[in-house]
């Protein structure tokens, strides 16, 4: 089974709430990403961490607020978020670029905005 | 252009058949090549990685071909659980990055 989880698997919110997507990875991996699946479109990737350091924002709204206390664990806190930020995010992780980097997805939460 | 496109199907099969899917990709610096399933409403899981050579893991075989920038995936004697969406994912910047690039799948169902 995956060793990367994710919680919670299902998220409503309002508008004005303020909630937190967490993802934790038993891999020994040092990079992990966010991505947001939305419905007839291909994985976007929204976040990469490798080492704890971010080197990749994809254009993402402030709304959006990631944050990488150790290489295991993700977070991505959420704030203000928009109808259209519904979607499936995915939490992944790899070893770091330069080497073998298959990435290994957690089972998601898929947030409803209302 | 996008970056990695794909059929989105679907490929409607009956059980035992041989199907194929392609991709192609628009960076002709990218270096690593993976085919990843996605089961409804579930998370993508690693099918097998392309390599230039091509390579074959059991019913599945994948090929390379860098000169068209295009991959495949072989399914041999298709069963019902191969039904899934199959999404063809390239290294945008070769092997620099960790940056991957999602095609938007390709949808299977394997009819009884």
């Known amino acids: 089974e995956t060793g990367v989880t994710q919680t919670p698997r299902h998220l409503v919110m309002g508008m004005t709430n303020k909630k937190s997507l967490k993802c934790e990875q038993h891999l020994g991996h040092n990079a992990m990403y966010w991505y947001k699946q939305s419905a007839k479109k291909p994985l976007e990737l929204m976040f990469v961490y490798n080492f704890k350091e971010q080197t990749e924002n994809n254009s993402v709204p402030s709304r959006f607020s990631p944050e990488c206390p150790n290489s295991s664990h993700l977070f991505l806190h959420l704030h203000t978020l928009q109808p259209e930020d519904s979607a499936l995010y995915l939490c992944a992780s790899s070893h770091p670029a330069g080497t073998k980097n298959e990435q290994f997805f957690g089972p998601g939460t898929r947030l409803t905005v209302l | 252009r996008k970056e990695v496109e794909q059929d989105p199907g679907p490929f409607n099969v009956p059980e035992g058949a041989t199907v194929a899917f392609n991709c192609t990709y628009s960076n002709s610096a990218s270096q690593s090549f993976f085919w990843y399933r996605q089961d409804c409403r579930k998370e993508p899981k690693l099918l097998m990685s392309?390599?230039?050579s091509g390579n074959e893991d059991g019913r599945f075989t994948a090929q390379l071909n860098r000169a068209s920038q295009y991959i495949s995936l072989l399914i041999r004697d298709s069963k019902l659980s191969d039904s899934a969406t199959y999404l063809c994912?390239?290294?945008?910047?070769?092997?620099?990055?960790?940056?991957?690039?999602f095609g938007t799948g390709t949808l299977l169902a394997v009819q009884p």
């Open positions: 994912v390239v290294n945008s910047h070769g092997g620099a990055t960790n940056k991957l690039i």
């Open positions: 392309v390599y230039s």
